[in-house]
């Protein structure tokens, strides 16, 4: 529970912002430690993962479980501790001094640790189709959907490194993969570029975007334009792997904690951030590898570092 002092600002031990895969497994941990931490949920309850209706990699479950149903689990187990989960979304934040500030839509709060685990959305297309049909053939993720594929033919949106290395990977499953690219040339690195130049099963068309993407239960085309020619052409596809970046959701530590070139955040093997107490995990810190397990390990690791600075601090006081 929250101790107010005088001005209204709710005193905490522990903060953790998100309540992805990332923000519940360090909720759970710093809750077994008996630290009580509170989770702000932001505007995703659950994260990512709770928009997709199977996710059939995560240990423990052979035959696969629903996104939303994950995440339910995940804030049970944590709730069960003593984890406390409240609707709520981190507005401003002043990590200048020790114990930190934190602001949200409802309450101010001064804590001593906080972990950041805000995510990072993947990049949309924003055509008709799109939205619709996610989860039934447009996917952001070929390590978590490639295998629904196998011997079919498919695209990939995109010219730099992660269109490639998506489309090489799906082609162990897919009968063909077409890369669809609005330029010219790829942007991808070279060694990559020449292993997707030789690989039979990938094809290319060039100067193009997707304009639509059409089918009633399930992706059947996309609807192209040929950004030279004007050339409008429909090909059938059955999925559209979409692969044109992430946006990590980090605007709000830009000034504060060192970030990287495309706007993650930077952290060690600790998860530590550039300010001692600030713990990073998940997508915001993770541009490699964007998987539900990899999120949970990196705020399981978050939380047990936590917990190891708060009695370092305790000692000192
Ligand atoms: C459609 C789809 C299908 C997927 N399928 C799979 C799959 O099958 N298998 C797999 O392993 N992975 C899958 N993924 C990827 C997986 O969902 C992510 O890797 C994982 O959710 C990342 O967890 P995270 O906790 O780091 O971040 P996220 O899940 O992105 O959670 C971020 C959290 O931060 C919160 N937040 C953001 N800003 C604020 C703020 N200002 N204040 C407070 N909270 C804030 C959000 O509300 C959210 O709760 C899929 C992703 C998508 C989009």
Redesign the pocket.
């Known amino acids: 529970m929250s101790e107010n002092n005088a001005n209204g600002i709710a005193k905490r031990e522990l903060l953790i912002?998100?309540?992805?895969?990332?923000?519940l497994a360090a909720a759970l941990y710093a809750a077994r430690a008996e630290l009580a931490p509170l989770v702000?949920?932001?505007?995703?309850?659950?994260?990512?993962?709770s928009?997709?209706d199977?996710?059939?990699?995560?240990p423990g479950f052979p035959e696969g479980i629903g996104?939303t149903e994950l995440g339910q689990l995940f804030q049970a187990q944590a709730e069960r501790f003593g984890a406390e989960i409240t609707m709520?979304?981190?507005?401003d934040i002043d990590l200048k001094k020790q114990p930190f500030s934190v602001r949200?839509y409802s309450n101010e709060y001064s804590v001593k640790s906080l972990i950041i685990?805000?995510?990072?959305?993947?990049k949309k297309l924003d055509v008709l189709g799109e939205k619709a049909l996610?989860?039934r053939g447009v996917?952001?993720?070929a390590?978590?959907?490639g295998w629904f594929f196998k011997d079919k033919d498919i695209v990939v949106v995109g010219g730099g490194d992660s269109a490639l290395e998506e489309g090489l990977f799906l082609t162990r499953f897919s009968n063909s993969v077409t890369i669809i690219h609005r330029r010219d040339e790829l942007r991808a690195g070279a060694i990559l570029q020449k292993r997707a130049f030789n690989n039979p099963k990938m094809h290319f068309i060039w100067d193009s975007v997707v304009t639509e993407i059409i089918g009633e239960d399930a992706v059947e085309a996309v609807q192209l334009k040929n950004l030279k020619t004007g050339q409008e052409t429909l090909k059938e596809t059955k999925a559209v792997f979409v692969a044109i970046g992430h946006h990590p959701?980090s605007e709000?530590f830009a000034d504060q904690l060192e970030l990287d070139e495309l706007g993650y955040i930077v952290v060690n093997q600790k998860m530590e951030t550039s300010i001692p107490g600030v713990f990073a995990?998940?997508?915001?810190a993770?541009p490699h590898y964007?998987?539900?397990?990899?999120?949970a390990g990196m705020?399981a690791a978050a939380a047990i570092q936590a917990v190891r600075y708060l009695e370092d601090l305790e000692a000192k006081e």
Not at 17 to 23: D, E, H, T, V
Not at 40 to 46: A, D, F, K, P, Y
Not at 54 to 58: D, G, H, R
Not at 281 to 284: P, V
């Open positions: 912002l998100g309540s992805g895969p990332a923000g702000l949920t932001g505007m995703t309850l659950h994260g990512q993962a928009t997709t199977t996710i059939e990699n995560y996104g709520d979304v981190a507005t949200t685990t805000t995510g990072a959305d993947p996610t989860g996917s952001y993720c390590t978590c959907d959701n709000m995990a998940g997508e915001i993770d964007r998987q539900v397990v990899t999120s705020g």
